[in-house]
């Protein structure tokens, strides 16, 4: 079963015209955990979904959140399984697959239709950012101050930011001092403290 997101101790639905988001985090503050919870209810609204992260423990969160036996999630390692299961509801590639990632961006006739999370953006090729910039619904995540193109990540007009650390970098968001898994968000028509309430 899926966690919730709460903003402001509401549950907060997120829609399609939350995206694109970024989401900025140290590491172990909650934004992690928030970026794969964010995801998962969106594949469970029934969205079609692209995922690409850094390391394998994301997708196993993902996947406990989905329900692991979910017939609608195909796990992709190579070229010809991104054939195969290019029709599938969410394409898990695999981890750290950046030469895939960007043959599935390339390939996928449906991907501006896709919700596509690429996690740890602080582990990826400059290439794979660039790309990941130019789709519509990308919700990017990680330390954005250890990103190479930080400044052209920040530049990109997203829906909504949430942060749950305070990045060296400018933001165009408020972003006050913050209890441990605990965010601040500001969408086009919300702000608040965002956090994860664990089902």
């Known amino acids: 079963m899926t966690d919730k997101?709460?903003?402001?101790?509401?549950?907060?639905?997120?829609k399609e015209s939350d995206l694109p988001c970024l989401?900025?985090?140290?590491?172990k503050t909650g934004g992690s955990h928030y970026s794969v919870t964010m995801v998962a209810q969106m594949f469970l609204?029934?969205?079609?979904?692209?995922?690409?992260?850094?390391?394998?423990?994301?997708?196993?969160?993902?996947?406990?959140?989905?329900?692991?036996?979910?017939?609608?999630v195909a796990f992709v390692t190579n070229k010809e399984e991104l054939e195969n299961y290019?029709?599938?509801?969410?394409?898990?590639?695999?981890?750290?697959?950046?030469?895939?990632?960007?043959?599935?961006?390339?390939?996928?006739?449906?991907?501006?239709?896709?919700?596509?999370l690429l996690k740890n953006i602080e582990k990826f090729s400059n290439e794979v950012i660039e790309k990941a910039l130019t789709l519509e619904k990308v919700i990017l995540s990680g330390h954005l101050d250890e990103c190479e193109l930080r400044d052209k990540i920040?530049?990109?007009?997203?829906?909504?930011?949430?942060a749950f650390s305070k990045p060296?970098?400018?933001?165009?968001?408020?972003?006050?001092?913050?209890?441990?898994?605990?965010g601040c968000l500001k969408s086009r028509d919300k702000e608040g403290v965002v956090r994860i309430k664990f089902s």
């Open 45 to 72: 609204a029934g969205f079609k979904v692209l995922f690409l992260t850094a390391y394998p423990m994301a997708k196993e969160n993902f996947l406990k959140q989905v329900g692991e036996s979910n017939t609608n």
């Open 5 to 14: 997101i709460l903003l402001n101790e509401e549950e907060y639905v997120l």
């Open 86 to 116: 290019k029709n599938a509801q969410c394409i898990l590639i695999e981890s750290g697959n950046e030469a895939l990632f960007l043959e599935a961006v390339n390939a996928l006739s449906n991907i501006n239709e896709r919700v596509v």
């Open 154 to 162: 920040v530049a990109k007009n997203y829906s909504s930011i949430v």
């Open 168 to 182: 060296e970098i400018s933001l165009p968001i408020n972003i006050p001092e913050l209890e441990k898994y605990t």
């Open 23 to 27: 989401i900025t985090y140290a590491e």
